[in-house]
């Protein structure tokens, strides 16, 4: 027996228990919490240290007292469960036996059924309803349930389920999981990569916020839901940024856990109590927490327990010892349970082996949920977690309920199908049955107008995803006049220039607004700290203090209508902000565009999932990664120099990635974004690199516009050019210099061009190249690469401040030998100078690979690289940067 219950005065004890009785009797549940936490603090006060206990009793929150009366017809909605439940196993079970190894799942959605049928039929708004559509983020796993339920309401139609998981088949498929990039009128978020969805849920409940205190749209009590699993919330993402939803008061957010206790390999937490856990972890952080732990069964059981040993028994027991009651039934369970305490054995005593064994946890008992729903819709002040206890496989039966097995169960045989059709009384024959048809109500039927009036009431059909913004008018692009001049003799970033890029555009009447500035507690890195007094940092609460430096001009200014998303040391939530505006046009109808800069090496390397989330969710807006380049970022060393982020960019599907060398080609570049995001609402995203090194920076040449989106463009030609160089972003400046010094020390005049975008350049050459295999019969189309280069095949040396495979992506497709300069290895801290001899990517390495290569070429003779190596004082024993 614990401390805990030790009682040295059990008569004193119930009187105390009884004046906390009347309490409840006569004043109700908020007298009595009020008094007892009077008593706490009376106590603390005194000196008695009592401890912090986050968690409650095993019990639900909302006593049977507390509960709502159900607003629903609970005969016709199980039956209406029951066909979602049998079709959802049939579309998994279908498609693995035509396609053994196709996958799906069938056990997380028999746990989730009730959590999602009552929501369906009581909570979720949908479009069409006066508050506008909340935001449901669904479990992943659990789509064959949701497809399922679309079925009955008629918005898939059988060949759709036929083909889940075939998505190419004719007439499409269905997605494994909720994907809008591949079911774009379908559905909102993308949720399978664990632990994502929580957090942007968070930060789409606060970007709501954003946009309601801004004033861009009113406040309706719009919610965002997230249906997560208990297991993911193991995820560090998932607890993550729950400190945030309190910290701002978001009402409008509701998370879900389907606490079914396992994970994909076994239990969550077979020792302890995830659901007790979970409770802590978010009473600690500040939630409104509501358990549903037992079904309506329990009821009675748990009001006659006077005695307190049901509590104290549920209390020794562990997760491991509940999923095995559930696994073995109501016999065992009577015996390892209940058997312990005589008393506790005579609770039960009234009840068959086979009742017992039946009696629902909550997260399974409409009653207990929708009082749970009802709850935490109504919440006010924090967000609210239900945490719903409910069974994995459910319904299964030997097939995978509450086993270790049951999430990778993929398909039932003739028995397990007959069984389940008799547990969910499915009316099928057993000839019927056998073959996994699906069924759907016929349309006079009660059950199917019932299911279509409820949703009707509620405003529509979910999920269901919006894509009908209202079109902006991009300004001009000489609004950026001041870029496109050039700075004169002035020396410059291309980070500053593009701060003051975004000056000039938040300032812009038509366009200002919509602007969305995000960063990580980067802004000072990035001469971003001017815009806090422009703009304001968004803060719900306004700003309750006089900051430090109130008394200066560009003082730290928190507002509620901030512009700003200043989002502290966390590129996680940041990333999830600039999700979350990047699809307010979906969500909200209204384009905002995001520019999120933060330092590059902390950009995709870190949060790379969630870009790809993004992309999939359709997402749009700008990426800066500030500070770039392994060498332009010169004092910070290894974990801070980023060479590598234009890899992972040219492998996301959806994003447009520059590497920029002057100030007139981010406002060229971020011109022609803007235009294709809210001109012709193209889900893009552009992702920029911007250095931190100051030079000049010239006027914008005549007619580049164009080639500066297509990723080359001409910065000088020579009358008989024998090489040419390929300069990139900062590493532009050490081009020139070497063609200087080529011509100089040489004699060899190259041609110069500028590379903004290795993988614009190189997408552009294989859809050629592929559209050329594929018509031999048809006259032969030129890439940009081809288009720009091939006059002359001349040897091309390519340098960029990024790993090699960065520069040579488009090798395959440059005319003549290709020879690529880069940073690979691990940076380190150094002046610039020395930095760029280590990796060799400075004037002199340019020079001595373009002599070699005219050598090779037979044009200079060997000799001269000889030359090249002494005069520059270039050591042949020199170690390979990427060894040392
Ligand atoms: C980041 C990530 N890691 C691993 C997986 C593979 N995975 C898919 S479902 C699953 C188990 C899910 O358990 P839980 O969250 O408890 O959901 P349940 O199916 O039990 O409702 C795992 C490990 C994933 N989808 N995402
Ligand atoms: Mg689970």
């Not at 369906?120 to 935001?135: A, E, P």
């Not at 007094?533 to 700003?543: E, K, M, T, V």
């Not at 380049?629 to 982020?645: F, K, P, V, Y």
């Not at 050490?734 to 903004?756: C, F, S």
Request: charged content about 25%; some cysteine; overall charge negative.
């Amino acid at each position: 027996m614990t401390d805990q219950y030790k009682d040295v005065d059990p008569q004193e004890t119930q009187e105390w228990v009884e004046s906390i009785e009347d309490a409840l009797e006569e004043h109700g549940y908020e007298r009595t919490r009020f008094l007892l936490e009077s008593l706490i603090e009376f106590a603390q006060s005194k000196g008695a240290r009592l401890p912090f206990n986050t968690s409650t009793p095993f019990l639900n929150t909302i006593l049977p007292g507390q509960q709502p009366e159900y607003p629903g017809d609970r005969d016709i909605e199980r039956k209406i469960k029951s066909i979602v439940r049998w079709n959802a196993m049939a579309m998994v079970t279908k498609a693995n036996k035509e396609t053994p190894g196709i996958g799906g799942h069938i056990s997380t959605y028999a746990s989730a059924a009730t959590l999602y049928e009552v929501a369906f039929n009581h909570i979720f708004k949908g479009s069409d309803h006066s508050s506008g559509q909340d935001l449901v983020f669904f479990q992943g796993h659990a789509s064959p349930g949701v497809y399922a339920r679309a079925y009955l309401e008629g918005r898939l139609s059988k060949d759709n389920l036929d083909n889940f998981r075939r998505e190419l088949a004719e007439g499409g498929g269905l997605s494994s999981y909720p994907h809008p990039y591949l079911m774009p009128e379908f559905w909102q978020f993308a949720t399978v990569s664990m632990g994502l969805g929580p957090m942007m849920a968070v930060y789409q409940a606060r970007f709501m916020r954003y946009m309601i205190d801004r004033g861009f749209v009113e406040n309706t009590g719009r919610k965002v839901f997230a249906f997560l699993g208990d297991g993911e919330m193991d995820e560090p993402e998932s607890t993550g940024a729950l400190t945030l939803a309190s910290r701002e008061n978001l009402d409008n957010l509701i998370f879900v856990v389907n606490c079914n206790l396992q994970r994909l390999d076994g239990p969550v937490r077979g020792n302890s109590k995830v659901i007790q856990e979970l409770e802590g972890a978010f009473r600690g952080a500040g939630w409104n927490v509501i358990k549903v732990i037992w079904g309506s069964d329990w009821d009675e059981l748990i009001e006659k327990d006077v005695s307190g040993t049901f509590l104290k028994r549920i209390d020794e027991i562990v997760d491991g010892d509940l999923l095995k009651y559930v696994v073995e039934g109501g016999a065992y369970f009577r015996e390892h349970f209940f058997g312990k305490y005589p008393e506790l054995l005579k609770l039960v005593e009234h009840l068959t082996d086979e009742e017992l064994g039946k009696m629902r946890p909550g997260g399974h008992d409409p009653v207990k949920v929708y009082a749970a729903y009802q709850e935490a819709i109504n919440h006010k002040g924090g967000p609210t977690v239900i945490l719903a206890r409910t069974i994995k496989g459910y319904g299964l039966g030997e097939a995978g309920e509450g086993r270790n097995i049951t999430h990778n169960q993929k398909k039932l045989n003739e028995n397990e199908l007959l069984y389940f059709r008799d547990r969910f009384s499915v009316p099928l024959s057993d000839d019927d049955a056998s073959k996994a048809p699906f069924y759907r109500f016929s349309k006079d039927s009660k059950e199917h107008k019932y299911l279509i009036e409820k949703r009707k009431s509620l405003g529509g059909f979910l999920p269901e995803r919006k894509n009908n913004p209202k079109r902006l008018t991009v300004p001009k692009v000489s609004i950026f006049e001041e870029m496109l001049a050039g700075t004169g003799d002035r020396e410059v970033s291309t980070t500053m220039s593009f701060i003051r890029l975004l000056t000039i555009l938040t300032k812009d009447k038509t366009i200002g607004k919509y602007v969305v500035p995000i960063v990580p507690d980067e802004a000072r890195t990035f001469g971003m700290d001017p815009l806090f007094r422009q703009l304001g940092i968004y803060a719900h609460r306004g700003q309750l203090y006089d900051p430090v430096d109130s008394d200066q001009f560009l003082y730290y200014k928190e507002a509620k209508n901030g512009q700003i998303l200043e989002e502290g040391i966390n590129e996680a939530g940041a990333v999830s902000s600039f999700i979350a505006s990047g699809m307010s046009y979906s969500n909200h109808g209204i384009h905002m565009i995001p520019f999120y800069i933060y330092y590059s090496m902390f950009g995709f390397q870190r949060v790379w999932d969630f870009i790809w989330a993004a992309g999939d969710m359709r997402a749009k807006g700008f990426l800066l990664g500030g500070t770039a380049g392994r060498t332009t970022l010169n004092g910070e060393g290894l974990q801070h120099q980023d060479g590598h982020s234009h890899l992972a960019a040219a492998s996301t599907p959806n994003i447009k990635a520059y590497d920029l060398a002057y100030a007139y080609e981010i406002a060229v570049v971020v011109h022609r974004g803007m235009q294709e995001m809210v001109e012709e609402n193209k889900d893009v995203i552009y992702y920029l690199t911007l250095e931190n090194e100051n030079y000049v920076h010239p006027p914008i040449p005549d007619d580049v516009s164009d080639d500066i989106i297509k990723g080359l463009y001409k910065i000088r030609s020579t009358q008989k050019p024998t090489v040419r160089l390929l300069g990139s972003g900062p590493l532009m400046g050490e081009a020139l210099a070497a063609a200087e010094l080529l011509k100089k020390d040489w004699g060899v005049d190259p041609g110069i061009w500028n590379v903004t975008s290795f993988s614009e350049l190189r997408r552009d050459a294989e859809e050629v190249e592929r559209w050329n295999l594929l018509n031999p019969d048809k006259p032969s189309k030129r890439s940009h690469l081809e288009k720009s280069l091939s006059k002359h095949r001349v040897p091309t040396v390519a340098v960029s401040d990024y790993v090699k495979m960065v520069s040579e992506q488009i090798g395959p497709y440059v005319p003549g030998p290709y020879y690529s300069l880069g940073t690979d290895g691990f940076g380190r801290s150094e002046t610039r100078e020395a930095l760029r001899e280590f990796f060799e990517v400075d004037r002199h390495y340019i020079v001595l690979t373009a002599v070699r290569a005219l050598a090779i070429e037979g044009v200079l003779n060997m000799d001269t690289v000889e030359k090249v190596m002494k005069k520059y004082n270039l050591d042949p024993e020199k170690p390979s940067p990427i060894n040392v």
